[in-house]
């Protein structure tokens, strides 16, 4: 109805999530456009609660522990302010279906399990395509975590040069930014030599880099991969089933991006340093949610940008009675690293590329500056 005189139009590129149109289909008639959009909306909510079930039984949590997980993963303040604006990324049941079956494949290393990889992440492409590099994310790390380790030679014999230099880039670097916050100055000048200091992006990255190659420098930690041969052979077969199970899955918007790109119709988007979206505020995890019925409206000031779209953009409360019980079971040693290790790496991520504290770019660069120039992803 609304382009059959326009000559149709390209859908390759939207996020109009595919999935959902498939499944409304044959509920638009019987039900109305309002009454499939809702049944939809309810089936998504729901099944992404059961996907989080599937996922927490196959880690061992019993029944009523996994009932709750499913629950609270359909109660997330995220995916709560998502339903009120981007209904493609309310369709989560693909992320944690896509773990539970790369997990039974490392396991297992059956086929079946393997093409079920394939067709979660095709899955979680056609619910957006930001959930299909989400699942390219967590396979990554998943399996690095598996089959490799970090090692940590016992005597590290450091150049005593190259350390000194980088500690008077740390010290000078340092005491620039400091000096630059406290005196609001926008230029310092060194004899001829002018530096401006219109922001601190520049030289927060470089004090960044410094600290990073003087830590590597004094602990010298190498990445080892740990898997054997005879397991690796079956891992590649394994790994050539999904993404070919997947690819096959995604033929039509790989076609369509085909034509595009013949046709000149492959727009072209840009990376720069300092104009990136900013991620979600640090202290955004820590006040209660805008929603709160008693201090949602004080607390909405303290990091949700003037912006219309805030909202369904940069929620991201988090219930301080489960930090509370995470502490408590951190400090007890009930906590699995892995999962340590992977609500870290995707906090990080989700900060963006700039850390922003109370609403205030600090300008501290987060992992996010260095891979959003990764290619796909």
């Known amino acids: 109805h609304l382009f059959a005189y326009s000559g149709g139009t390209d859908f390759t590129l939207h996020n109009y999530a595919p999935i959902a149109s498939v499944i409304a289909l044959p509920l638009v008639d019987p039900l109305g456009v309002v009454g499939a959009f809702n049944a939809v909306m309810l089936a998504s909510i729901v099944s992404s609660g059961i996907g989080l079930f599937i996922l927490a039984r196959r880690l061992g949590l019993g029944e009523g522990a996994a009932w709750s997980s499913g629950a609270i993963f359909m109660a997330a303040p995220a995916l709560i302010a998502r339903e009120t604006a981007h209904f493609s990324l309310v369709i989560t049941a693909a992320l944690p279906l896509f773990l539970w079956a790369l997990i039974r494949t490392l396991d297992a290393t059956r086929t079946k399990d393997a093409v079920l990889v394939g067709v979660f992440v095709a899955a979680a492409y056609y619910s957006d395509a930001y959930y299909g590099i989400y699942c390219a994310i ?54 001829p030599i002018v530096i401006g200091l219109e922001t601190l992006y520049t030289p927060q990255l470089i004090l960044l880099l410094a600290v990073l190659i003087r830590l590597w420098l004094a602990w010298r930690p190498a990445l080892r991969v740990d898997l054997p041969p005879t397991r690796l052979k079956p891992l590649m077969r394994l790994g050539s089933i999904s993404m070919g199970t997947c690819l096959l899955i995604l033929l039509p918007e790989l076609v369509g991006m085909a034509i595009r790109a013949l046709e000149g119709r492959l727009p072209g988007t840009e990376t720069f340093w300092r104009s990136s979206p900013r991620g979600i505020d640090v202290l955004s995890y820590l006040v209660p949610n805008p929603n709160h019925p008693w201090f949602g409206g004080s607390t909405r000031i303290w990091f949700m940008p003037d912006k219309p779209d805030a909202f369904p953009e940069f929620v991201a409360s988090f219930s301080l009675v489960a930090l509370t019980m995470i502490g408590l079971a951190g400090r007890a040693r009930l906590l699995p690293r892995f999962w340590l290790a992977v609500t870290a790496h995707f906090f990080l991520l989700s900060l963006g590329p700039f850390v922003h504290i109370a609403g205030v770019n600090s300008y501290v660069i987060g992992p996010w500056a260095f891979l959003r120039y990764v290619p796909v992803v």
């Open 138 to 191: 967590m396979g990554t790390f998943v399996v690095m975590w598996r089959y490799t380790h970090i090692e940590w030679p016992q005597t590290v014999t450091p150049s005593p040069r190259l350390e000194r230099a980088l500690s008077l880039i740390i010290c000078f670097f340092g005491a620039t930014i400091l000096w630059r916050v406290a005196s609001h100055t926008r230029r310092l000048a060194l004899g």
